[in-house]
């Protein structure tokens, strides 16, 4: 079955500094790819998506994610992160055949950022 | 043009008894999806409409259920409420474009109802 893995349920960083958030999939179909962030009290919102066109993908908020397929990865990174940036993280696959799809999720990553 | 909504933001029953929260898709989505978000449990599958029909459920008790509306909305009713049924429930709505839904999932969320079991 497909399955997403969040590399670290908490991660810290000073602001200013790079954030690296991790999510490895695992999918026998070339998979679909998603990162949401979810703030306090609020539902989620989509940042990017990979969707089988450039492997480099640029979101909303300067987050960016790159598709490594030999790597099974689609890290999430953005150069300088803001206090604002202080929220759950999570990464998505999607599979399955015409008609029978969802979005699987990973843990969530909690990123803190730190002053 | 107006988000996925839910309602209401915050409920609070007692053990036993019964829950239910309610959906609106984006206008022109036809499938919706509801997923549990419980405390260190990440996200959590649960159902899945398309078209009025049930389409796919979660690794869940029978006594989580709902249904999908002619105009798409959805209800989610919980049964026999359990302590640990205490969770933001979140749903999500995706369109039916061919070119885009079926090979994208992009889902859209709503800020969630907020179940609390006393």
């Known amino acids: 079955a497909q399955s997403v893995t969040q590399l670290g349920s908490h991660v810290s960083v000073s602001e200013g500094a790079l954030v690296l958030l991790r999510c490895n999939y695992s999918?026998?179909?070339?998979?679909?790819l998603f990162w949401y962030v979810q703030y306090p009290n609020q539902g989620l919102q989509l940042l990017l998506k990979?969707?089988?066109?450039?492997?480099l993908v640029k979101g909303i908020n300067g987050f960016e994610a790159e598709f490594k397929k030999s790597e099974t990865s689609f890290h999430l990174t953005k150069p300088s992160a803001p206090m604002s940036d202080a929220a759950e993280y999570f990464c998505a696959v999607t599979y399955g055949i015409q008609g029978a799809q969802k979005l699987v999720f990973g843990q969530g990553t909690r990123l803190t950022i730190n002053p | 043009e107006a988000g996925v909504t839910q309602s209401p933001t915050h409920l609070i029953k007692t053990r036993g008894q019964q829950a239910t929260l309610r959906c609106s898709p984006i206008s022109g989505h036809t499938s919706v999806y509801w997923y549990q978000q419980a405390l260190g449990l990440g996200l959590q599958f649960l159902l899945w409409y398309d078209e009025g029909e049930e389409r796919n459920r979660g690794n869940f008790p029978p006594r989580f259920s709902g249904r999908q509306f002619p105009n798409y909305s959805s209800e989610l009713n919980v049964n026999a409420l359990e302590l640990e049924d205490s969770a933001l429930y979140l749903c999500?709505?995706?369109?039916?474009?061919?070119?885009?839904?079926?090979?994208?999932?992009?889902?859209?969320f709503g800020e969630g109802s907020r179940l609390t079991v006393l």
């Open positions: 990979y969707t089988s066109a450039a492997t």
């Open positions: 999918s026998s179909v070339p998979p679909y």
């Open positions: 999500a709505s995706r369109g039916r474009n061919p070119e885009i839904a079926i090979t994208t999932g992009e889902l859209f």
